[in-house]
């Protein structure tokens, strides 16, 4: 099975959103590899088997762990990328960690116990993205828990935090303040940063993609080690997400204009 560890240097953790056809996830997989290989980036390819905080009951949350674990065996198979996925209970840990390189606890279930204990537990890489409600430092407890329980690794992630009832705000300090408290690489989520929750047609999220580039050059400025993107050929007809996604077509100059930054940003330091 394929490893995958947070830096150092910078990585890529990308896919779309939710578990879709295998044409759809190999063609996002086949591009990652390609840009991974001509930046020199590492990149995990990442797709979610159920999205169970879909604002709206009747919206697609997936194929379910048995489907969409196949499916992302697939991906690994045909492309060579290790793969990150979800989990929502404390009974996913295990089995989907038979499966997976990393394992992600959902910034909703970011103060879960029982959750944060069992994906430790497994021994995996383990990504824990930040409550949308919370401070820096309170993450330093989430990753406690984790490494308590046995992670060969942690990483936490920024997804921006609630500005009123339908806007998320990245705070750029966060990137050193998480580091500091809690002496893990931080990474930026550049899609659900920009999500509108509640703000679509109907009551589902919406979100402001144009955003997406400076947010990321923002985020590899101000110290970001890694980053998180969704993309998709399609992203008006992705199954998820389809206000956030970064177009497939246009990854690479989004990739390579990043890493110039990040790098810049690095210059005469020792990272």
């Known amino acids: 099975m394929s490893g995958f560890a947070f830096g150092p240097g910078p990585f890529l953790i990308a896919g779309p959103c939710v578990v879709e056809s295998d044409d759809v996830m190999l063609r996002v997989a086949e591009t990652l590899a390609t840009v991974g290989a001509r930046h020199g980036l590492q990149v995990c390819f990442k797709g979610s088997w159920d999205k169970a905080n879909r ?50 606890i959902p910034a909703f279930l970011s103060r879960q116990t029982d959750l944060l204990i069992a994906a430790g537990a497994t021994g995996k890489p383990v990504n824990i993205k930040k409550g949308q409600w919370m401070a820096a430092e309170a993450m330093t407890g989430a990753v406690d828990k984790v490494r308590s329980a046995g992670a060969s690794t942690v990483a936490v992630t920024e997804r921006g935090t609630f500005f009123g009832y339908g806007d998320l705000v990245v705070d750029c300090r966060n990137f050193a303040r998480m580091r500091d408290a809690t002496g893990v690489p931080v990474i930026h989520d550049a899609t659900h940063s920009v999500q509108q929750p509640g703000q679509a047609a109907g009551g589902a999220s919406g979100g402001l993609r144009e955003f997406i580039p400076p947010l990321m050059g923002a985020a590899a400025a101000a110290g970001a080690d890694g980053f998180f993107l969704e993309t998709h050929p399609d992203p008006a007809a992705a199954l998820s997400d389809a206000a956030t996604q970064w177009p497939l077509d246009q990854l690479e100059p989004l990739i390579s204009r990043t890493l110039a930054i990040w790098h810049a940003a690095r210059e005469g330091q020792h990272v």
Do not use: F, K, Y
Request: aromatic share 0%.
């Open 55 to 104: 604002a709206r009951g009747d919206s697609p949350r997936g194929p379910g762990m048995e489907a969409g674990l196949r499916s992302l065996e697939r991906v690994r198979a045909a492309t060579g990328l290790p793969i990150l996925t979800d989990i929502h209970e404390s009974g996913h840990a295990a089995p989907v960690a038979e499966v997976v390189d990393v394992l992600q």
